[in-house]
Protein backbone atom coordinates (compact mmCIF):
# COMPACT_ATOMS: atom_id res chain seq x y z
CA UNK A 1 0.00 0.00 0.00
CA UNK A 2 1.13 3.47 -0.81
CA UNK A 3 0.33 6.62 1.43
CA UNK A 4 -1.16 9.47 -0.56
CA UNK A 5 2.06 11.33 0.47
CA UNK A 6 4.13 9.28 -2.27
CA UNK A 7 2.28 9.97 -4.68
CA UNK A 8 4.92 10.81 -7.86
CA UNK A 9 4.56 11.27 -11.95
CA UNK A 10 5.00 8.00 -13.09
CA UNK A 11 4.11 6.09 -10.31
CA UNK A 12 2.11 3.07 -11.22
CA UNK A 13 -1.24 2.15 -8.64
CA UNK A 14 -4.11 0.05 -8.60
CA UNK A 15 -7.59 1.05 -8.09
CA UNK A 16 -10.83 -0.60 -8.36
CA UNK A 17 -8.82 -4.03 -9.77
CA UNK A 18 -7.34 -2.03 -12.42
CA UNK A 19 -3.22 -0.66 -13.18
CA UNK A 20 -2.86 3.17 -13.41
CA UNK A 21 -0.08 5.47 -13.79
CA UNK A 22 0.11 9.25 -12.46
CA UNK A 23 0.09 11.34 -15.30
CA UNK A 24 0.46 14.45 -13.29
CA UNK A 25 -0.60 15.04 -9.53
CA UNK A 26 -1.19 18.78 -7.67
CA UNK A 27 -0.99 19.50 -4.10
CA UNK A 28 -3.70 21.55 -2.95
CA UNK A 29 -3.99 22.84 0.96
CA UNK A 30 -7.34 24.72 1.15
CA UNK A 31 -7.55 27.69 3.74
CA UNK A 32 -9.46 25.29 5.97
CA UNK A 33 -9.71 21.24 5.74
CA UNK A 34 -7.59 18.13 4.74
CA UNK A 35 -4.64 18.81 2.39
CA UNK A 36 -5.89 16.93 -1.55
CA UNK A 37 -4.07 15.77 -4.14
CA UNK A 38 -5.42 16.09 -7.28
CA UNK A 39 -4.20 13.48 -9.70
CA UNK A 40 -4.22 13.23 -13.60
CA UNK A 41 -4.03 9.35 -13.87
CA UNK A 42 -4.01 6.96 -17.05
CA UNK A 43 -5.27 3.05 -17.19
CA UNK A 44 -2.88 1.37 -18.16
CA UNK A 45 -5.30 -1.55 -20.12
CA UNK A 46 -8.01 0.71 -21.48
CA UNK A 47 -5.01 3.72 -22.34
CA UNK A 48 -7.93 6.47 -21.00
CA UNK A 49 -7.08 8.81 -18.65
CA UNK A 50 -9.39 10.13 -15.44
CA UNK A 51 -9.19 12.85 -13.26
CA UNK A 52 -9.07 11.72 -9.36
CA UNK A 53 -9.12 13.57 -6.07
CA UNK A 54 -7.36 11.71 -3.08
CA UNK A 55 -7.34 12.87 0.66
CA UNK A 56 -3.95 13.17 2.49
CA UNK A 57 -5.18 10.09 5.19
CA UNK A 58 -5.77 7.78 2.03
CA UNK A 59 -3.89 4.53 1.09
CA UNK A 60 -3.41 3.49 -2.28
CA UNK A 61 -2.93 0.07 -3.79
CA UNK A 62 0.09 -1.36 -5.22
CA UNK A 63 -0.85 -3.06 -8.62
CA UNK A 64 0.90 -6.68 -9.10
CA UNK A 65 2.61 -5.60 -12.27
CA UNK A 66 6.06 -7.56 -13.57
CA UNK A 67 8.23 -6.54 -16.37
CA UNK A 68 9.94 -9.46 -18.83
CA UNK A 69 12.46 -9.04 -21.48
CA UNK A 70 11.25 -10.93 -24.44
CA UNK A 71 12.61 -11.33 -28.01
CA UNK A 72 10.22 -11.12 -31.29
CA UNK A 73 10.14 -13.95 -33.28
CA UNK A 74 7.20 -13.72 -35.54
CA UNK A 75 3.65 -13.24 -36.55
CA UNK A 76 1.27 -15.88 -36.31
CA UNK A 77 -1.76 -14.57 -38.04
CA UNK A 78 -3.48 -11.72 -35.75
CA UNK A 79 -1.05 -13.07 -32.94
CA UNK A 80 2.49 -11.71 -31.87
CA UNK A 81 5.19 -14.46 -30.94
CA UNK A 82 7.97 -13.44 -28.33
CA UNK A 83 10.45 -15.58 -26.64
CA UNK A 84 11.96 -15.11 -23.26
CA UNK A 85 15.39 -16.50 -21.92
CA UNK A 86 13.95 -19.65 -21.43
CA UNK A 87 12.70 -20.13 -24.67
CA UNK A 88 9.11 -20.10 -22.99
CA UNK A 89 6.90 -18.80 -25.83
CA UNK A 90 4.42 -15.43 -25.27
CA UNK A 91 1.63 -14.49 -27.32
CA UNK A 92 0.73 -10.80 -27.94
CA UNK A 93 -2.51 -9.96 -29.30
CA UNK A 94 -2.74 -7.32 -31.96
CA UNK A 95 -4.58 -4.59 -30.00
CA UNK A 96 -2.41 -5.13 -27.16
CA UNK A 97 0.79 -3.62 -29.46
CA UNK A 98 -2.03 -1.39 -31.60
CA UNK A 99 0.24 0.46 -33.87
CA UNK A 100 3.70 -0.41 -32.12
CA UNK A 101 3.24 -3.82 -34.83
CA UNK A 102 4.34 -1.67 -37.43
CA UNK A 103 8.08 -0.93 -35.96
CA UNK A 104 8.13 -4.90 -34.57
CA UNK A 105 12.40 -6.25 -36.28
CA UNK A 106 12.22 -10.45 -35.80
CA UNK A 107 15.35 -10.82 -32.92
CA UNK A 108 14.28 -7.20 -31.33
CA UNK A 109 14.41 -7.09 -27.67
CA UNK A 110 11.72 -5.57 -25.77
CA UNK A 111 9.95 -5.11 -22.87
CA UNK A 112 6.72 -6.45 -21.56
CA UNK A 113 4.52 -4.87 -19.23
CA UNK A 114 2.56 -7.66 -17.18
CA UNK A 115 -0.25 -6.90 -15.05
CA UNK A 116 -2.32 -10.34 -12.82
CA UNK A 117 -0.22 -12.26 -15.75
CA UNK A 118 -1.44 -10.71 -18.88
CA UNK A 119 0.70 -8.58 -21.19
CA UNK A 120 -0.70 -4.63 -21.07
CA UNK A 121 2.18 -2.68 -22.22
CA UNK A 122 5.15 -3.04 -24.49
CA UNK A 123 8.15 -0.75 -24.82
CA UNK A 124 10.16 -0.74 -27.74
CA UNK A 125 13.64 0.16 -28.01
CA UNK A 126 13.44 4.00 -29.01
CA UNK A 127 14.62 3.51 -32.97
CA UNK A 128 14.75 1.14 -35.60
CA UNK A 129 16.22 0.47 -38.88
CA UNK A 130 14.34 -0.02 -41.75
CA UNK A 131 14.63 0.28 -45.65
CA UNK A 132 12.51 2.63 -47.99
CA UNK A 133 11.07 0.04 -50.45
CA UNK A 134 8.41 2.98 -52.42
CA UNK A 135 8.56 6.34 -52.45
CA UNK A 136 9.03 9.15 -55.53
CA UNK A 137 12.25 9.94 -56.81
CA UNK A 138 14.26 12.77 -54.49
CA UNK A 139 14.50 16.31 -55.84
CA UNK A 140 18.03 17.44 -56.13
CA UNK A 141 19.07 20.87 -54.48
CA UNK A 142 15.58 21.29 -52.83
CA UNK A 143 17.35 20.90 -48.99
CA UNK A 144 17.51 24.21 -47.78
CA UNK A 145 13.27 24.04 -46.71
CA UNK A 146 11.38 21.04 -44.53
CA UNK A 147 9.72 19.83 -47.31
CA UNK A 148 8.70 15.68 -47.16
CA UNK A 149 7.53 13.34 -49.79
CA UNK A 150 5.66 10.08 -48.34
CA UNK A 151 7.57 6.68 -48.61
CA UNK A 152 6.44 3.23 -47.33
CA UNK A 153 9.04 1.14 -45.55
CA UNK A 154 9.55 -2.80 -45.34
CA UNK A 155 6.60 -3.79 -43.56
CA UNK A 156 4.17 -1.37 -45.35
CA UNK A 157 4.33 1.84 -42.80
CA UNK A 158 4.15 5.00 -44.44
CA UNK A 159 6.19 7.88 -43.19
CA UNK A 160 7.17 11.38 -44.04
CA UNK A 161 10.77 11.89 -45.35
CA UNK A 162 13.04 14.85 -46.52
CA UNK A 163 12.98 15.01 -50.58
CA UNK A 164 16.83 14.05 -50.61
CA UNK A 165 15.61 10.06 -49.41
CA UNK A 166 15.21 7.72 -52.10
CA UNK A 167 14.28 4.02 -52.80
CA UNK A 168 16.77 1.63 -50.90
CA UNK A 169 17.85 4.28 -48.82
CA UNK A 170 17.93 2.91 -45.16
CA UNK A 171 16.13 5.10 -42.80
CA UNK A 172 15.90 5.16 -38.61
CA UNK A 173 12.14 5.89 -37.16
CA UNK A 174 11.74 6.72 -33.79
CA UNK A 175 9.14 4.29 -32.42
CA UNK A 176 7.83 6.75 -29.57
CA UNK A 177 6.52 9.09 -32.28
CA UNK A 178 6.43 6.93 -35.44
CA UNK A 179 8.16 9.70 -37.33
CA UNK A 180 11.61 9.74 -39.84
CA UNK A 181 14.75 10.58 -37.27
CA UNK A 182 17.17 10.11 -39.83
CA UNK A 183 19.05 8.51 -42.60
CA UNK A 184 21.37 5.84 -41.74
CA UNK A 185 23.39 5.16 -45.08
CA UNK A 186 23.12 6.05 -48.74
CA UNK A 187 22.54 3.32 -51.27
Do not use: H, W
Amino acid sequence: MYSVSELRKGLKIEIDGEPYEVVDFQFVKPGKGQALYRCKIRNLVSGGTIDKTFRAAEKIDKPNLGERDLVYSYQDAENFIFMDENFEQVVLRADVLGDQQNFLVEESEVKVLFFNDRPIEVTLPNFIERTIVETEPGARGDTATNVTKSAKVEGGYEIAVPLFVNEGDRVRIDTRTGKYADRVNKR
